[in-house]
């Protein structure tokens, strides 16, 4: 052996022992800070993403914010609020969250499930016996006949909240149950036990615990909770979710006086820009249909943080206590139910590498899902644009409100992460101790 050689060998073993000194380094500072330090310079990516947005006339307005351990990093309010009203948007300008609705009326039916009025295992027949004799679509022919079968067991509480349930959902992409449920217009319901009664008349499109599917689920926790409480689902999260957190800007409605703090909606196309209509906000409007579990909500940014830090909080925004620390960890862990998928292909939906728990989408592997956050993210979004995230590695959480009804990005939440955290844990997802190189033959 040369000396040449045997000082290369040495000299790459030296480097792999560095390098393995480094990466237990890394590893052990990480462990003791257990947080990424996020600063405000970090993202002015990201900021010039959304003025770019504005700048393209994709969207009237946009207004974000991202905190870590409880304080401000960096916010944006770019845009205004409406053609009537020019001032620029803030974190109180209201929005329509559309399914950020769902996380809310999930921790409000977790609420009833600690007073103990059921467990997670009864049957929703308990309270919505409608379904009792509801049956599970098999399949149908060109002329639309559905075949069905008996299932043998309805849907179990914690089925409803991990959208394992069976029910179908108002959606055009969906299936043929979809498709109808939409054409009836049961969306539109008059009331909550109309809704319940017309949605038991459509078959489960899956058997009730076998796959996920985002259905009227959340709608149906709200008809869950006006059983049980006698109280209308607005009264309810009123007094057991927004008082007791301050969230003074967030109901089902708009009083007339901050009418004009309210987002107005718009929609691009390659060549044109416009405001569009939306729905009516006051009381006597919003009074005449159900209060919809699933996605009827108005809020602001502030209000909207305020419930997500009693979620980083174990339940608890100061004072202030909605959810014990265990039920609020049962929001956060994965309830899907898998039949031997190796565990980093599990998904719901369509996307692997996430799951879904009691209210809130999981990032079960950063790396297989392509997103940035870190294993444990928990979020949602809604139809409009409006999307969060709480990250508990790094306790850091990220609220986003806009109101388009044309998407700006393929994935919004996902371009905010890069943004936020660049590869870090795409990196790690897959991260290996570093090899020792391997001895050159002395051929090359």
Known sequence: MSKIFIFLFVASISVWLMSCVAFDARAERRAERGTLEISKSDNSELHDRIQGYLARQQVANFSFGVWQNGQLVTEGDYGSTSPANPEPVSDTTIYRIQSMTKPITAVGFLILLERGHFSLSDPITKFLPEFKTTETLADYDEAGTLYTYRPPNPPTMEQLLSHT???????????????????????????????VRALAEYPYIAMPGSEWNYSFASDMQGAIIERITGQSLAS????????????????????????????????????????????PSTLTEQSKIYFEGGHGLYSTRRDYLKFLDALRGNGANGAARILSAETLEKLKTNAIKHRGAPGPRRSYGVQAGLSFGLGVGLIEDPLIANLAAPKGTYYWQGALGTFFWVDPVNDLVFVSMLQSQTKLEPDLMANAMDAIYGDTYLQESDAQTPKPPQASDGSG
């Not at 179908?168 to 009331?191: F, N, P, V």
């Not at 957190?245 to 009418?259: E, I, K, Q």
């Open 236 to 279: 309810f999260l009123e007094l057991e979710v927004f008082q007791p957190l301050g969230m003074t800007d967030t109901g089902f409605h708009v009083p007339a006086h901050n009418g004009q703090r309210i987002s107005a909606e718009t929609s691009f196309s390659s060549s044109r820009f416009e405001y569009v209509p939306s729905e």
């Open 165 to 195: 349930s069976g029910l179908a959902y108002w959606q055009t992409s969906g299936g043929i149950i979809d498709q109808r449920i939409l054409a009836a217009g049961l969306a539109q319901s008059r009331d909550t036990d109309s809704l």
